[in-house]
């Protein structure tokens, strides 16, 4: 009697276990009705080519964090694919060879094996099936306005203040992207300080070091409706704030400074260029109840959620 006990216990198990791995098996097989392609320029230079649903689970674990309500894992997932569809229908001429590459030059992408070292093999099991499930749950569906796909740009967090119109980063304006509060609970989350010498900046921007500073050496020129930088006058060179925050790698363009004769001293509060939607603003949202397609309509105002095969 006990040596049937055993054997049961043990197709039990087994039973248990192979459950999981048929149904995972059963959905990965399974065709996708909307069977984009999309070329991605691996960081090896190869370029390979994804079924689109399945490239946007590596995005959205590139992209967002992993433990963030499904809400907003659902709105990050809609809003990469939305850029994918742009970059699909809008290629340069003539054509690179790619669509896009695994860095924030486009959208930053991670593959499975990067996802299970980042998370180990409990958190992949975990994570990498509700990314999935939130890419799944909004199949196929994208933003558009105007019978375009919209420009969907997101960043990490908008911090103190209002998320930044698209014409005062990029020049160029979207009825869709203006000065929206960031939602965020924690709008001081992100705060980070840089110290630069007179050597240091100077190498940074590629010009001849002063000796000292003074206190002309850095002047915001300019501040966009929101009250982040941007025009700045440093060492006597005029930067845009954007121009600025990449030769000196700021988190943002909202900056506080003070200058002494041996350095200057930055503070930057939020993560990001801050067009679009926040990440973090997002999964506030989505902890306050909010649906995705709520998220959505409050980061892209007047845009509206349609199916990718048919965007117009």
Same mark, same amino acid.
């Given at each position: 009697?006990?040596?049937?006990?055993?054997?049961?216990?043990?197709?039990?198990?087994?039973? &248990?276990?192979?459950?999981?791995?048929?149904?995972?098996?059963?959905?990965?097989?399974? *065709?996708? %009705?909307?069977?984009?392609?999309?070329?991605?320029?691996?960081?090896?230079?190869?370029?390979?080519?994804?079924? &689109?649903?399945?490239?946007?689970?590596?995005?959205?674990? /590139?992209?967002? *964090? $992993?433990?963030?309500?499904? @809400?907003?894992?659902?709105?990050? /997932?809609?809003?990469?694919?939305?850029?994918?569809?742009?970059?699909?229908?809008? &290629?340069?001429?003539?054509?690179?060879?790619?669509?896009?590459?695994?860095?924030?030059?486009?959208? $930053?992408?991670?593959?499975? /094996?990067?996802?299970?070292?980042?998370? +180990?093999?409990?958190?992949?099991?975990? #994570?990498?099936?509700?990314?999935?499930?939130?890419? @799944?749950?909004?199949?196929?569906?994208?933003?558009?306005? +105007?019978?375009?796909?919209?420009?969907?740009?997101?960043?990490?967090?908008?911090?103190?203040?209002?998320? @930044?119109?698209?014409?005062?980063?990029?020049?160029?304006?979207?009825?869709?992207?203006?000065?929206?509060?960031?939602?965020?609970?924690? *709008?001081?989350?992100?705060?980070?300080?840089?110290?630069?010498?007179?050597?240091?900046?100077?190498?940074?921007?590629?010009?001849?070091?002063?000796?000292?500073?003074?206190?002309?050496?850095?002047?915001?020129?300019? !501040?966009?409706?929101?009250?982040? $930088?941007?025009?700045?006058?440093?060492?006597?060179?005029?930067?845009?704030?954007?121009?600025?925050?990449?030769?000196?790698?700021?988190?943002?363009?909202?900056?506080?400074?003070?200058?002494? %004769?041996?350095?200057?001293?930055?503070?930057? !509060?939020?993560?990001?260029?801050?067009?679009?939607?926040?990440? #973090?603003?997002? +999964?506030?949202?989505?902890?306050?109840?909010?649906?995705?397609?709520?998220?959505?309509? #409050?980061?892209?105002?007047?845009?509206?959620?349609?199916?990718?095969?048919? %965007?117009?």
């Amino acid at each position: 009697m006990k040596r049937e006990w055993i054997k049961i216990l043990v197709l039990c198990i087994c039973i &248990l276990l192979l459950i999981p791995w048929s149904i995972t098996r059963w959905q990965k097989d399974r *065709p996708n %009705p909307v069977d984009y392609q999309i070329r991605v320029l691996m960081p090896n230079g190869k370029i390979q080519k994804l079924n &689109l649903e399945e490239y946007l689970v590596g995005v959205v674990a /590139a992209e967002m *964090p $992993a433990q963030f309500d499904d @809400e907003a894992l659902k709105s990050q /997932a809609v809003a990469a694919r939305t850029f994918s569809a742009k970059r699909l229908s809008k &290629l340069p001429y003539p054509d690179p060879g790619y669509d896009v590459d695994t860095t924030v030059l486009t959208q $930053a992408w991670i593959s499975e /094996a990067q996802m299970k070292e980042k998370w +180990n093999w409990l958190g992949y099991w975990r #994570y990498h099936s509700k990314i999935k499930k939130a890419v @799944e749950a909004t199949q196929g569906q994208v933003l558009i306005s +105007n019978g375009e796909y919209i420009d969907a740009f997101y960043h990490s967090s908008s911090g103190r203040k209002q998320t @930044e119109r698209s014409e005062e980063v990029w020049s160029s304006p979207r009825p869709y992207l203006k000065n929206i509060n960031s939602g965020e609970e924690t *709008p001081l989350r992100f705060v980070k300080n840089y110290t630069f010498t007179p050597a240091l900046l100077a190498s940074k921007l590629g010009i001849a070091a002063p000796s000292h500073f003074s206190s002309s050496d850095f002047q915001v020129l300019t !501040y966009t409706a929101a009250g982040r $930088a941007k025009d700045l006058k440093i060492l006597g060179k005029v930067y845009t704030a954007v121009q600025l925050r990449t030769l000196l790698n700021l988190a943002s363009t909202d900056i506080e400074w003070t200058i002494k %004769p041996d350095s200057i001293s930055i503070k930057t !509060y939020g993560n990001g260029h801050a067009v679009g939607m926040s990440q #973090y603003g997002a +999964n506030d949202l989505a902890r306050k109840g909010k649906s995705y397609e709520e998220i959505l309509g #409050y980061y892209y105002p007047g845009s509206k959620i349609l199916s990718l095969a048919q %965007p117009k």
